[in-house]
């Protein structure tokens, strides 16, 4: 049975910094490409970054580049989301899902999901 568990969601002010982690268990963690998605609301869940499992390659949405970072620890089946120079309109539930493709930006390409964690950013 294949569980994420985000962790690491919370309030913060503008400017300010949080890191996000996912921990994977019940899947061959190396093999996936994992995502993080946001869920702001009254809006639609949209992609914020992945990590792709075949090089490490990165993609992110517009809104955050630059001011995020995916990485991933294979060996502790985890992926992390950091997050700097926070702004209020970052705030959402953020979801961390696994796909088996290579590249994947929505979110029917991903297979699992985690339940989220709140980020809340404060003006």
């Known amino acids: 049975q294949v569980q994420l568990v985000e962790s690491g969601g919370g309030l913060v002010q503008a400017g300010g910094s949080l890191r996000l982690s996912c921990a994977a268990s019940?899947?061959?963690?190396?093999?996936?490409?994992m995502g993080w998605f946001r869920q702001a609301p009254g809006k639609e869940r949209e992609f914020v970054a992945f990590?792709?499992?075949?090089?490490?390659?990165?993609h992110y949405v517009d809104s955050v580049k630059g001011r995020f970072t995916i990485s991933r620890e294979n060996a502790k089946k985890t992926v992390y989301l950091q997050m700097n120079s926070l702004k209020p309109e970052d705030t959402a539930e953020y979801y961390c899902?696994?796909?088996?493709?290579?590249?994947?930006?929505?979110?029917?390409?991903?297979?699992?999901w985690g339940q989220g964690t709140q980020v809340t950013v404060s003006s």
């Open positions: 899902a696994a796909t088996l493709g290579v590249v994947a930006t929505t979110r029917r390409q991903y297979e699992y």
């Open positions: 019940g899947l061959t963690f190396s093999s996936y490409t």
């Open positions: 990590i792709s499992w075949r090089d490490g390659s990165t």
